[in-house]
């Protein structure tokens, strides 16, 4: 059970590129989740999926797309990579119900220059 | 709006001696609380939940946290620090009413000396 995975680890991109970050949970969890980590802020959530097929913006979604075609995979697109779009990357899951704790990826370290 | 404050961006303690984290939150309703604990370079990990019932919740690695609704916090604690337990931690609230979103805490970086 690997739990939540992502690729890649650290990626460095010029402005104006585009990407996509893999997100893969074996859990078998409905709900999955983008959060973006910068110094002394905190997590941002960024979007979220409740299943297959559904997703909905959260805090910060401005710059970000993502799909939900399976279970398992959550990949968040970056389009046209801006400055401020350098952060800490993070996806994570939980099964159902708003008490329930969530697991998190060990995050892709994202440098836009 | 729900939202939570970490008010110390860094806690120092000797090895041995008692550690607090301190937590407050805002809800409009009643809350979901909840600590994660993050090592250099890796993913939140969950240590404790507040869902309901006994305001003090035993969770991972010997730590606890104390519910006070008059209050509102939800202040971390572990009666003996270890310099593993040196680290990040969050404090995050959901609304009860909210399903699916978690706002977090800014963080607090906890430094355990020998």
């Known amino acids: 059970n690997a739990g939540v995975t992502q690729t890649p680890k650290f990626r460095i991109l010029k402005i104006g590129q585009s990407m996509t970050l893999q997100c893969t949970q074996d859990?078998?969890?409905?709900?999955m989740y983008w959060y973006r980590q910068d110094p002394g802020m905190g997590l941002k959530l960024i979007y979220y999926?409740?299943?297959?097929?559904?997703?909905d913006k959260g805090e910060v979604p401005n710059g970000y797309n993502v799909s939900r075609s399976t279970t398992e995979d959550f990949p968040l697109r970056l389009e046209l990579a801006a400055p401020s779009q350098t952060s800490v990357y993070f996806c994570a899951s939980s099964s159902q119900g708003p008490y329930e704790e969530q697991y998190f990826g060990p995050g892709t370290r994202l440098t836009v220059t | 709006a729900q939202s939570v404050a970490q008010p110390e961006d860094q806690v120092n303690v000797a090895e041995g001696n008692p550690l607090t984290v301190k937590c407050t939150y805002s809800v409009s309703g009643n809350p979901y609380l909840f600590w994660y604990v993050q090592y250099p370079n890796r993913g939140l990990q969950f240590l404790l939940k507040y869902i309901t019932g006994d305001n003090l919740v035993k969770g991972s690695y010997g730590f606890e946290a104390e519910f006070n609704k008059s209050q509102t916090s939800f202040h971390l604690k572990k009666p003996s620090a270890l310099v593993s337990d040196s680290a990040l931690y969050f404090c995050?609230?959901?609304?009860?009413?909210?399903?699916?979103?978690?706002?977090f805490g800014a963080g607090t970086t906890v430094t355990v000396r020998a």
């Open positions: 995050a609230v959901r609304d009860r009413s909210n399903d699916y979103k978690l706002s």
């Open positions: 999926s409740v299943g297959a097929g559904i997703t």
């Open positions: 859990m078998n969890h409905n709900y």
